[in-house]
């Protein structure tokens, strides 16, 4: 099983910062297979990044990935106030044939 | 406008049984890999299981294997997921996904509760 694990838990931050989460494989991965989604409480999550670099739909530029093999990151520059949120970095292949990491919660300090 | 609506959640007892529907418009449903994602209270997103387009492919996650069992419907652009067997730990919101390798379309989930 392939274990994602995202690093910080949680990450205090001010609007105007920039905030890059980390999302470490068990083992190399295919960048292709790598995405990242923002989820707010009571609201769908909502995908933001697939093969580790790709901006899905409507996502600003703030919010870039990078990364290939075991380490992957997002970043996001001038934090905004609705970009609070937990965020969940996601790979696919092995078995399962899904999996999450754990999650890092973004917060306003 | 893409849209996935679940419906189906509710309390269960142990044991019990429950299935949960999904909703789609806006899309071609027919042609899309869809999925089950459920988040237990205070935790993460977990992956429960897909199926391919044509239904031709399927998977679950080893701790729903022989319980769950999903289908699709693509004259109704509807997704299903039979649970039986459920457990206290099987309690989560459960969400429809569209897609395959990724999911770029959620729904908004449906609770379930499985409680004596």
């Known amino acids: 099983e392939i274990v994602l694990t995202q690093s910080p838990g949680t990450l205090s931050l001010s609007p105007g910062d920039s905030a890059t989460l980390s999302c470490r494989a068990s083992e190399g991965i295919s960048s292709s297979y790598l995405a990242w989604y923002q989820h707010k409480p009571g609201q769908a999550p909502w995908l933001l990044i697939y093969?580790?670099?790709s901006r899905a739909t409507g996502i600003p530029d703030r919010f870039s990935g990078s990364g290939s093999g075991t380490d992957f990151t997002l970043t996001i520059s001038r934090l905004e106030p609705e970009d609070f949120a937990v965020y969940y970095c996601q790979q696919y292949g092995g078995s399962p044939l899904y999996t999450f990491g754990q999650g890092t919660k973004l917060e306003i300090k | 406008e893409v849209q996935l609506v679940e419906s189906g959640g509710g309390l269960v007892k142990p044991g019990g049984s429950l299935r949960l529907s999904c909703a789609a418009s806006g899309f071609t449903f027919s042609s899309y890999g869809m999925n089950w994602v459920r988040q237990a209270p205070g935790k993460g997103l977990e992956w429960v299981s897909s199926i391919s387009s044509r239904s031709s492919y399927i998977y679950y996650t080893d701790s729903v294997k022989g319980r769950f069992t999903i289908s699709r419907d693509d004259v109704k652009n509807s997704l299903y997921l039979q649970m039986n067997s459920l457990r206290a730990d099987d309690t989560a919101v459960y969400y429809c996904v569209r897609g395959s390798y990724y999911f770029d379309y959620w729904g908004r989930g449906t609770l379930v509760t499985v409680s004596s």
């Open positions: 093969g580790a670099s």
